[in-house]
């Protein structure tokens, strides 16, 4: 074990062969385990099985494929041990945060080692003034923000789940509030990445948190978005902003989806400032009420949220309300006190467990298209006729202020013929998009479901480039395998 150890600093000169070899249960070599015992110890190495079968899988409906070892690291530095490690011994590595993503982005495809990276949930360095926090990837958003409260300042980006923030900046993630603050993308202004030979990088330079820079290539936008692939994220910098003075919430009831889109599309041409403007089905909202105890109108619906000065707020809601009304909205209610309003984006942000309780037992599918807003009316339209054509159970919910919305299927996992349908619906919708000049996935990344149509969107070129990138970063190709490409 000591000379395994030792092979670490130069992985290049060592095989694949030996400690990481497994016998036939599929189970790693006791030295190899031994190993990341020494560098973690022993508490922090699991190869359960209960455990091994938890990390792998997240929410997606895509089966369980378990790593055959998964060790908590507690500081960086041992993410790099670990790291340098695994890759001497060409044993793949697969990052963990909170589990809550939605294309089987943690599944082990080649086996190997998961790394749990939730005890590394320290808030490094906040500063108030500059506007900025930097976080361990334990933190999750709502840790943050309950450290943020007495500060003045708030994280904005919302995916719904309690998600990890560097877990969030892996996916590219975004959520109800990026119409006004804009993506996970936008709010990463440095991170820390343990490179697959254990190196450590610092994408915008060691301690950096400049709010603009033309210093070279976007190393930071290299890795939001990569899924795992080209290294560990164990810190992120974070744009934070000022929290609202006054909130608003509102939800507003159509006679269609057409008259609820057009309306989303006036809102933004009339450049109201609003924070979230949400779509809900029908059928997503009667799942709502029902999953939420809600008792909205059970018709297509937009949930709206306002943030700024009382004065400003009343301009925004009046205008809001003209041109909703304009376009037979028939049920407007406002919801001004703070337990109401929680009460109102609680149900939007449990949508997907109150849509698998349309079906008790099945497993949920989520799309994730995005669209430039001009054509959002016509794909989100088509996309409702489309499912009510293919016979499957599902909701359609989404953040349609910046052209991303989502169809949740309901699909029995053993049932061959509908997990066909849904295949064959997801692959349509993706394609439509793409045709509208828009992307197969908005925000819940490429996974192991969207390779082919991350190569129909990029091109030819664009896929041979994002090769060359991940053989330069990752020459054995031991990053959590299997994805994106």
Known sequence: MANLLRATAAWGLFSCRGYCSRIKQGKLSEDFVEALKAVVGSPHVSTAAAVLQQHGH???????????????????????QLAALCYSQGMPIIPFGTGTGLEGGVCAVQGGVCFNLTHMDRILALNTEDFSVVVEPGVTRKALNTHLRDSGLWFPVDPGADASLCGMAATGASGTNAVRYGTIRDNVLNLEVVLPGGQLLHTAGQGRHYRKSAAGYNLTGLFVGSEGTLGLITAATLRLHPAPETTVAATCAFPSVQAAVDSTVHILQAAVPVARIEFLDEVMMDACNRHSKLDCRVAPTLFLEFHGSEQALGEQVQRTEEITQSNGAFHFSWAKEAEERSQLWAARHNAWYAALALRPGCKGYATDVCVPISRLPEILVQAKEDLKASGLTGTIVGHVGDGNFHCILLVDPEDTEELRRVEAFAQ??????????????????????????????????????????KATLDPRGLMNPGKVL
């Open 58 to 80: 997240d929410e997606s409906m895509h089966r369980c494929q378990p790593p055959d070892a998964v060790v908590w690291p507690q500081n960086v530095e041992q993410v790099s």
């Open 428 to 469: 349509q919708l993706g394609r439509r998009a793409l045709a509208l000049h828009g992307t197969c996935t908005g925000e819940h990344g490429i996974g192991l479901g969207k390779r082919q149509l991350l190569q129909e969107e990029v091109g030819a070129v664009g896929i041979e480039t994002m090769r060359q990138l």
